[in-house]
């Protein structure tokens, strides 16, 4: 991949305007109260319907805030769990939602949306070696 995306990307992570940021909603069931698999399940069918919907309006921030979400569900759960979540993923969205994740947990999710240049697309496309650039 071109040098130029990972220092677009770096100079992404590294932004800090605007200050305040408003995190959009997360559906409901985001509580510490889900604890059985079928619940855990429906949360995380209900975040990735969203991930879906707004990729389908092309609003890269917003996919990947649930990106994020989706990410860190899968990143928390038990071992067993994280084999019946990722079973509801392609392959795709398994890597690109797996680095969403990885990429922004250091920096917080509100700097998602401080960015002008990264989208789920880049971070799905990029190759391993790139990303792991990135995230050292």
């Not at 069931?29 to 604890?35: G, I, P, W």
């Not at 392609?90 to 990885?102: E, F, K, N, P």
């Not at 700097?111 to 990135?134: A, G």
Request: glycine share 2%; net charge positive.
């Amino acid at each position: 991949m071109n040098n130029s995306i990972i220092t677009n990307i770096m100079i992404d992570l590294l932004l800090n305007e605007p200050q305040e940021i408003d995190l959009p909603q997360l559906p409901e069931t985001t509580q510490s109260y889900l604890v059985t698999t079928t619940q855990i399940e429906e949360h995380f069918e209900q975040l990735y319907r969203k991930f879906l919907r707004y990729s389908r309006l092309r609003k890269h921030k917003y996919v990947l805030f649930f990106a994020y979400h989706l990410g860190l569900m899968i990143e928390e759960a038990t071992p067993a769990r994280k084999i019946i979540l990722r079973s509801k993923l392609s392959a795709h969205y398994q890597t690109g939602i797996y680095r969403t994740y990885l990429l922004f947990e250091p920096y917080g999710i509100a700097q998602i949306f401080r960015t002008s240049y990264v989208n789920f697309t880049i971070l799905r496309t990029m190759s391993t070696r790139d990303f792991r650039s990135l995230c050292n």
